[in-house]
């Protein structure tokens, strides 16, 4: 080993304890009135998903933090949408993508237009958020989930979860035209 080497490895050993407890604060999905940054507008929701959370801008430079799950990698939604429908309790069917996928977990669904019907064992939930671009439905949702476990982690076939709570009080915030930027 070179003494450059060494001198490097040791310092970053060092250094290591400060970085980590500097940038990993426990994860909490409770709503929580947060600051940021004050360019986005009151009333814009934003995501961001490599941290597991949902703002909904309040005012300037305040917003509600929620924690969320996300889509695996290579599912996930990003880019601006616009929130086009609301639904309470809203049904549920697999899209195409998510049956080819997964046909062992979806099998019910196949060769049919069967929708399961809202209610406490839909997955998504009690609310569901419906993401439209240019008019079209991108078949992305922000929605609840019968799994809570899975808040605060990259899980889903691509939509953003929330405790059916917390996705109550959103939906219940936020109206039809409310701009969602993912990031």
Not at 14 to 40: F, G, H, M, N, R
Not at 96 to 111: H, L, N, S, T, V
Not at 128 to 136: D, I, S, V
Request: with cysteine; charged share 20%.
């Amino acid at each position: 080993m070179h003494r450059r080497t060494f001198l490097a490895s040791t310092l970053a050993a060092a250094a290591l304890p400060q970085v980590l407890s500097a940038t990993t604060a426990a994860y909490d999905p409770t709503p929580q009135e947060v600051s940021i940054k004050p360019t986005y507008q009151p009333g814009q929701l934003l995501v961001l998903p490599r941290s597991h959370y949902l703002y909904f801008v309040t005012a300037p430079g305040k917003a509600m933090r929620y924690g969320i799950g996300v889509g695996k990698a290579g599912l996930e939604f990003t880019g601006t949408a616009t929130i086009a429908v609301k639904k309470e309790w809203p049904t549920w069917r697999p899209t195409d993508e998510m049956i080819e996928r997964d046909p062992q977990a979806y099998k019910r669904f196949i060769g049919n237009t069967e929708a399961q019907e809202g209610g406490p064992g839909n997955p998504l939930g009690a609310r569901a958020l419906y993401l439209f671009e240019g008019g079209r439905d991108t078949y992305f949702r922000i929605h609840g989930t019968t799994a809570p476990s899975t808040i605060g982690r990259s899980v889903s076939n691509g939509c953003i979860r929330m405790i059916n709570d917390h996705v109550i009080d959103l939906y219940n915030r936020v109206p039809v035209g409310t701009v969602v930027t993912v990031l």
